[in-house]
């Protein structure tokens, strides 16, 4: 028999020599370390995600008939240093919201501004909880793509009317995919190549509705972009002179300039 000796002297136990014998044999086997199996593994490091901020109240303003008035009114806005888009309404009907204010007293107090200085009319306060990113975590993140899509539909045989800065940093492709994400009310980035650092990459086979393919231009930098819709299928602005229309990711030229994709749900 031996004496096992506690830190506890009350503890102090006393065990069969054969048993004392395995235990330490046991010990030595491990290399000196205890074995707990009561203790799960830890899991794996997931890497941190990359999430868009949401928009806060934003500034609608102006009715027109013609996305080509709603482009150059949103123009004018950009000239004054507000970053605004235009978008589609109803059919035949276009309007423009600009601004990210924190409180609904800002977004008006701005707007007041604006209107008092003949740059814009009449205006309404579009408040977060109008956007579909919202009710995401109710209804769940496929409601939320299958916004993102629908409000990319909208604007199919429109004129490609943005314009833009320099061809090369893909602003004027990128119009459009900012326009999506911000009329849903995620803070979308400007040109191509930031929407590209800002998502969460996406494997070709696991691309979901709403996630945004890129595509290289001259030197194999990012200078295009397109939602995708699903089966294989994406809406875009070509180009100056042509429409927003849908493009097969598989056609040739497509394929061979596609660069990657990303998600940003």
């Given at each position: ?27 030595v086997a ?214 927003i229309r ?20």
């Amino acid at each position: 028999m031996i004496r096992i000796l506690s830190a506890n002297p009350l503890k102090t136990r006393i065990v069969p020599f054969g048993l004392a014998i395995a235990c330490l044999l046991l010990v030595v086997a491990c290399g000196g370390r205890s074995v707990r199996r009561d203790v799960p593994p830890s899991p794996r490091k997931v890497v941190d995600k990359k999430e868009l901020s949401r928009l806060g109240y934003t500034i609608q303003a102006g009715a027109f008939a013609s996305a080509a008035n709603a482009a150059a009114f949103t123009r004018r806005l950009q000239e004054n240093g507000l970053d605004s888009t235009y978008f589609v309404a109803r059919q035949g009907l276009y309007k423009v919201r600009f601004g990210d204010f924190s409180t609904r007293q800002k977004a008006r107090a701005r707007a007041e501004e604006l209107k008092a200085s003949g740059i814009i009319e009449e205006f309404y306060i579009v408040a977060p909880e109008q956007y579909a990113v919202s009710r995401m975590d109710a209804r769940g993140e496929h409601y939320l793509r299958d916004e993102l899509v629908k409000t990319a539909r909208s604007f199919l045989g429109i004129d490609y009317l943005w314009g833009g800065e320099s061809a090369e940093t893909g602003f004027d492709c990128s119009g459009l995919t900012m326009t999506v994400y911000q009329l849903n009310g995620l803070a979308l980035p400007r040109n191509s190549r930031q929407q590209f650092a800002a998502g969460n990459p996406v494997e070709l086979s696991s691309l979901q509705k709403g996630d945004l393919i890129f595509f290289a231009g001259v030197g194999d930098k990012v200078s295009h972009v397109g939602v995708f819709i699903g089966e294989g299928r994406f809406i875009h602005a070509p180009g100056k002179g042509k429409k927003i229309r849908i493009d097969k990711l598989e056609k040739d030229y497509f394929s061979r300039k596609f660069v990657g994709a990303r998600s940003y749900l």
